[in-house]
């Protein structure tokens, strides 16, 4: 994955960076505090943690690819800011083996939910890493946009067999061991005790255009943002995007 500041890489990112950016400058008005710590569980090589650090936030990456770690090292080396950006090898079940228990002010969820044996207990994992006060920022593969895709290849039966499966997957040759709709991201995130502060369909359109034409048709990279921005807030969209991502906060939680 790439940074959110890379233009191109936008189409991937663009959404979901500027909800958690808005989340995190309320949370430095709220607090008072200009740097908040942030838990980036499953975060890789840093595609948020790099840019959340060039904020002034402190983030701690979590993952558990020593590879991935060293891409985040490097990443936060170049960008300058490796004094705020930490990385330990861990998974979302084992969390609480390297981090402590409600020590951060943001945790990001992405990318996680899809993998772990106990999607339920990962939220809840990463809820309890949270002050009285946090929010959590849940990003996981959508069912729906993955029915589509395989439908507008022409693999009939496959988006067929992702709509019936109970983890929404198309067949053994599925990458993803576990997609989800809407409505069960946001009972997650309520099951684990958090109040759903908004709901985002991410690339409803990015991965159906044709990279050709955002590469070479003038104005179209950015119409197609603007596209993705609009469309993500709206409930209709959200059973076609690509990926779902609600932010949740604590019943705690005050705004700025």
């Known amino acids: 994955m790439s940074d959110p500041m890379r233009p191109r890489a936008s189409l991937r990112t663009a959404v979901v960076w500027e909800v958690l950016k808005d989340a995190l400058d309320r949370r430095v008005k709220a607090t008072g505090r200009q740097a908040l710590d942030v838990l980036d569980t499953g975060g890789g090589s840093g595609n948020f943690a790099v840019p959340a650090a060039r904020l002034g936030h402190r983030v701690t990456v979590v993952d558990p690819s020593p590879n991935a770690l060293f891409a985040l090292e490097r990443r936060a080396a170049e960008a300058d800011v490796a004094d705020r950006v930490r990385g330990v090898q861990g998974d979302a079940h084992g969390l609480f083996d390297v981090v402590e228990r409600g020590g951060y002010d943001v945790v990001l969820c992405h990318g996680v939910l899809e993998y772990v044996d106990d999607p339920a207990e990962g939220v809840r994992n990463a809820v309890a890493a949270l002050r009285t006060e946090g929010v959590l920022s849940l990003l996981a593969a959508g069912l729906g946009g993955a029915v589509l895709a395989r439908a507008l290849a022409g693999h009939f ?37 958090l109040r759903v502060a908004a709901v985002h369909g991410v690339r409803v359109f990015a991965d159906l255009v044709p990279g050709v034409l955002v590469d070479t048709e003038p104005g179209a990279l950015d119409a197609l943002l603007k596209l993705e921005a609009a469309a993500a807030e709206l409930a209709a969209f959200h059973s076609v995007a690509t990926q779902l991502h609600v932010l949740g906060e604590t019943k705690g939680t005050t705004a700025a």
Request: proline share 8%.
């Open 157 to 193: 039966t496959e988006a067929r067999r992702a709509l019936d499966d109970p983890n929404g997957r198309w067949g053994t040759g599925d990458p993803v061991p576990r997609r989800f709709t809407a409505e069960q991201l946001t009972g997650l995130v309520e099951g684990a005790g």
